[in-house]
């Protein structure tokens, strides 16, 4: 339903109606074949079992003319078989159709219940961050046996320090946030906070100890005040309204028909761009956690907006460990340290006036930027 909107932009929907009709047939012919499977199942059962009591009843009326059975004795028997193989019939009709069920069962688990790809280890132990210091000692990396994205990276980040990953797409910066989020396990190397490998401690504990503001925020679809709360459950209504007005969110959420009970719809498409990414920022600054990523986290928003939040920004920054991705590289200017990228290697490192002084990669990327942003 989300993308029937590119369906008519691109003149698709006869195309689309002909992809459904086709998956379609296809089922219906599956499920055709499957009940003629399970009718000549039951048409067996059936015949074999009145064969069953054709031959038992035969059987029993050539005992009882060779005065081998009485007459009492062949009601007995007769009755009694015929009742032994109806109810047999029976059972044999619940097992097919409860292995028909486990069948279903088993379909629908296996698209809800996906193994973790990264499983913590039964020794794991919650992160404990005291300073932020962020440290990537000969991490080597790559894609499903693909083509190596990291060899033998090695890169530290001091506790509070707000650093800048830049360079062109493919170079590295996302895989690099990925890798600190463990949303990917490592090939070689390590990658420890406060001097502990995040492979020997819980997901969720490193998880709850960084705050991330993607680029494309996804929301549920539930009301404003859940999904800003979603950065921290317990949080009063007091402190999600002051964290939405940090984020310069609270005048629009009280714009809208029910305030902060409004629903956002399924990835917030009730939503501006804008307005998500303020969302999100608000979960954040709610979450406050010890360290905090940025992945171009105003990018959808218009000067006057982004202004503000980087005002609200800055006083999220203080006293954490940042990591932001940019590519407008106007927004990465005043941190402390740029790190530059380039086919999965740290080219060039630096403040923002060292980099332009030396000429290199970072002050090409500067002098190549059309509109703020550097070209993909």
Not at 102 to 118: C, L, Q
Not at 177 to 186: A, G, H, P, Q, S
Not at 193 to 222: C, K, W, Y
Not at 236 to 264: N, R, W
Request: aromatic share 10%; proline share 2%.
């Amino acid at each position: 339903m989300t993308n029937i909107l590119s369906s008519k932009l691109f003149a698709r929907l006869k195309y689309e109606e002909d992809y459904l009709d086709h998956h379609l047939n296809f089922e219906v012919k599956k499920g055709q074949e499957t009940l003629w499977f399970m009718e000549k199942i039951r048409w067996f059962q059936f015949s074999f079992a009145l064969l069953l009591q054709v031959g038992v009843l035969l059987f029993s009326v050539y005992l009882w003319e060779q005065k081998a059975l009485t007459i009492g004795q062949f009601t007995m028997v007769t009755s009694l078989s015929l009742l032994i193989i109806n109810d047999a019939r029976g059972l044999s009709r619940r097992f097919l159709e409860f292995f028909e069920y486990i069948g279903n069962i088993n379909d629908g688990v296996s698209i809800m219940i996906v193994d973790h790809e990264i499983i913590d280890s039964p020794h794991s132990k919650e992160l404990q961050v005291t300073q932020g210091a962020i440290q990537f000692k000969n991490v080597g990396f790559k894609y499903n046996d693909g083509k190596h994205v990291f060899k033998n990276l090695n890169l530290q980040i001091a506790p509070r320090e707000r650093i800048g990953l830049v360079g062109f797409s493919g170079s590295g910066k996302s895989t690099l946030i990925n890798l600190l989020l463990r949303l990917y396990e490592i090939q070689n190397g390590s990658i420890e906070i406060d001097g502990q490998s995040i492979s020997e401690v819980t997901q969720d504990s490193l998880r709850d100890n960084i705050a991330m503001i993607p680029q494309d925020p996804s929301l549920f679809h539930r009301s404003l005040l859940e999904n800003i709360r979603y950065g921290k459950i317990d949080a009063t209504d007091d402190e999600v309204i002051a964290a939405a007005k940090l984020a310069h969110a609270h005048d629009f959420i009280c714009e809208q028909p029910e305030g902060y009970a409004s629903l956002v719809g399924e990835r917030g498409v009730k939503l501006s761009g804008g307005q998500r990414q303020r969302i999100a920022i608000a979960r954040a600054i709610l979450k406050n956690s010890p360290i905090l990523v940025l992945d171009e986290a105003t990018s959808s928003l218009d000067s006057h907006t982004e202004y503000e939040i980087q005002q609200g920004l800055e006083n999220l920054m203080k006293d954490k460990t940042v990591v932001v991705i940019a590519h407008r590289l106007s927004t990465i200017s005043h941190l402390d340290r740029i790190i530059v990228f380039n086919d999965g290697e740290v080219v060039e490192t630096g403040s923002h006036d060292t980099l332009l002084q030396n000429q290199k990669h970072y002050y090409h990327l500067w002098s190549m930027q059309a509109g703020g942003f550097l070209p993909l």
